[in-house]
Antibody
């Protein structure tokens, strides 16, 4: 069974860059599928941030595109999210996910943007 | 671009059947697969329906999904409601390769 685990700082200062990594076990990223990031502000719904295909093609939410970079490190079987110029509005639980026919989710990590 | 609209909340009694709708604002609901996710309080989402009407292994057959082109909507139906079904439910589809989520529906089983 595939497992995904997010990691990264839980606190980021305004205007800085948020960086998260998703470690994947039970499946090789290079074998296929889409690998994505989704966030959920406290008490609110889900928002798709972006996805990367195993080949490296990326797809970003148009509302975040100018600030987002998603990349894959197949040697470590992990993928990463960078979100630049963060503000308090970027405070959320960030989930990584594997999407084939079925989507599998990580447990999520809370990132707070505050000075 | 399109939006997916869900009712904010629904409630029903244990043992009953509830249906949650997800209406697509433009374009055909049949154009792209619809997924449904269950999110219990304090937990990450899990997939209960994929590709409109498929159930992952381990999801009870009390959960079913469908699409209706006449109303341009997808539906999640849960029969024989149990208190453990109380959760937020989100529909999700695709706009090209971009994901689109509905706003979520809070299901209360009382």
């Amino acid at each position: 069974q595939v497992q995904l685990q997010e990691s990264g700082p839980g606190l980021v200062k305004p205007s800085e860059t948020l960086s998260l990594t998703c470690a994947v076990s039970g499946y090789s990223i290079s074998s296929g599928y889409y690998w994505g990031w989704i966030r959920q502000p406290p008490g609110k719904g889900l928002e798709w941030i972006g996805s990367i295909y195993h080949s490296g093609s990326t797809y970003y939410n148009p509302s975040l595109k100018s600030r987002v970079t998603i990349s894959v490190d197949t040697s470590k079987n992990q993928f990463s999210l960078k979100l630049s110029s963060v503000t308090a509005a970027d405070t959320a639980v960030y989930y990584c996910a594997m999407s084939g026919a079925i989507t599998y989710w990580g447990q999520g990590t809370l990132v707070t943007v505050s000075s | 671009n399109f939006m997916l609209t869900q009712p904010h909340s629904v409630s029903e009694s244990p043992g009953k059947t509830v249906t949650i709708s997800c209406t697509r604002s433009s374009g055909s609901i049949a154009s792209n697969y619809v997924q449904w996710y269950q999110q219990r309080p304090g937990s990450s989402p899990t997939t209960v329906i994929y590709e409109d009407n498929q159930r992952p292994s381990g999801v009870p057959d009390r959960f079913s999904g469908s699409i209706d082109s006449s109303s341009n909507s997808a539906s999640l139906t849960i029969s024989g409601l149990k208190t453990e079904d109380e959760a937020d439910y989100y529909c999700q589809s695709y706009d090209s390769s971009n994901w689109v989520f509905g706003g979520g529906t809070k299901l209360t089983v009382l």
